[in-house]
């Protein structure tokens, strides 16, 4: 019952859960569901008086992993013709590799050079509006005429997972270690940033919920503070004062 729900219990479900192997991220996810049902009991339906406060574990800072254009490169001469394709895809749209793998040919539209992910692919429950560049396009062209549906096929069946033993036997020959097919879409999102897209605007092209997600990548480019740089200098009504202090 709502209402037997104690500090007690809370420090059970989140020791039942860590003892399950999943990251403290993913036990706070849990706890963030509950702590929500909570709070609605009490203050939209008035079913209990009060709520137990709901502790979170730490988390680490968020990993950012990324390629330089010579590691993808390498990268990509290593990997089998249809995950270079999805590859190549992912690094110039940004998309996740389940909206990759799952990207039909009616949700592209080449003449207006865009693509869109339904609401129900979306991870955000929100639809997706993808602008398609040059390198994106090229390989859509190639991909034609491969299979009737879908964009990505292997052998006449649609690829269902891309980072799998192909993927990590490629990065083991290509000498790169730690990196996921996740980090496709980090790469894309720190190529856009040390290029000189604002922040505001990934956002937008990369379909975050959220500014702070995309605040990881601010580091990798100080061009937009640049102008505002030199603001910091004493300005000339501040610099005769000093002067005429010195002369008294």
Same mark, same amino acid.
């Given at each position: /019952?709502?209402?037997?729900?104690? %500090?007690?219990?809370?420090?059970?479900?989140?020791?039942? %859960? %860590?003892?399950?192997?999943?990251?403290?991220?993913?036990?706070? $996810?849990? /706890?963030?569901?509950?702590?929500?049902?909570?709070?609605?009991?009490? &203050?939209?339906?008035?079913?209990?008086?009060?709520?137990?406060?709901? $502790?979170?574990?730490?988390?680490? &800072? #968020?990993?950012?992993?990324?390629?330089?254009?010579?590691?993808?490169?390498?990268?990509?001469?290593?990997?089998?013709?249809?995950?270079?394709? /999805?590859?190549? =895809?992912?690094?110039?749209?940004?998309?996740?590799?389940?909206?990759?793998?799952?990207?039909?040919? #009616?949700?592209?539209? $080449?003449?207006?050079?865009?693509? *869109?992910?339904?609401?129900?692919?979306?991870?955000?429950?929100?639809?997706?509006?993808? @602008?398609?560049?040059?390198?994106?396009?090229?390989?859509?062209?190639?991909?034609?005429?491969?299979?009737?549906?879908?964009? =990505? +096929?292997?052998?006449?069946?649609?690829? %269902?997972?891309?980072?799998?033993?192909?993927? !990590?036997?490629?990065? +083991?020959?290509?000498?790169?270690?730690?990196?996921?097919?996740?980090?496709?879409?980090?790469?894309?999102? #720190? *190529?856009?940033?040390?290029?000189?897209?604002?922040?505001?605007?990934?956002?937008?092209?990369?379909?975050?919920?959220?500014?702070?997600?995309?605040?990881?990548?601010?580091?990798? #480019? @100080?061009? !937009?503070?640049? !102008?505002?740089?030199?603001?910091?200098?004493?300005?000339?009504?501040?610099?005769?004062?000093?002067?005429?202090?010195?002369?008294?």
């Amino acid at each position: /019952m709502l209402d037997d729900i104690n %500090k007690t219990i809370l420090e059970q479900i989140k020791t039942g %859960k %860590k003892a399950t192997g999943v990251s403290n991220a993913t036990v706070n $996810r849990v /706890m963030s569901i509950i702590r929500a049902i909570l709070n609605r009991a009490k &203050n939209e339906w008035e079913w209990i008086d009060n709520v137990p406060n709901v $502790r979170m574990l730490p988390e680490p &800072n #968020s990993r950012v992993r990324w390629l330089t254009a010579e590691e993808a490169q390498k990268l990509l001469a290593e990997l089998p013709s249809h995950l270079e394709a /999805m590859a190549r =895809f992912a690094l110039a749209t940004g998309l996740r590799e389940a909206n990759v793998t799952g990207l039909m040919w #009616s949700q592209i539209d $080449r003449g207006r050079e865009c693509a *869109w992910i339904h609401p129900e692919q979306a991870k955000a429950g929100k639809a997706i509006a993808v @602008s398609l560049n040059r390198e994106a396009l090229e390989v859509l062209d190639k991909q034609r005429g491969q299979h009737s549906q879908y964009v =990505f +096929s292997y052998k006449g069946e649609p690829v %269902k997972k891309a980072g799998g033993k192909a993927w !990590r036997n490629a990065l +083991s020959r290509a000498g790169i270690a730690d990196f996921t097919w996740h980090d496709l879409r980090h790469t894309w999102a #720190s *190529w856009h940033v040390m290029n000189g897209t604002p922040l505001n605007v990934l956002k937008e092209l990369g379909a975050w919920a959220d500014y702070d997600t995309v605040l990881k990548y601010a580091h990798l #480019s @100080s061009d !937009r503070l640049k !102008r505002h740089a030199g603001n910091s200098k004493i300005a000339p009504n501040v610099t005769n004062l000093l002067q005429y202090k010195n002369l008294a």
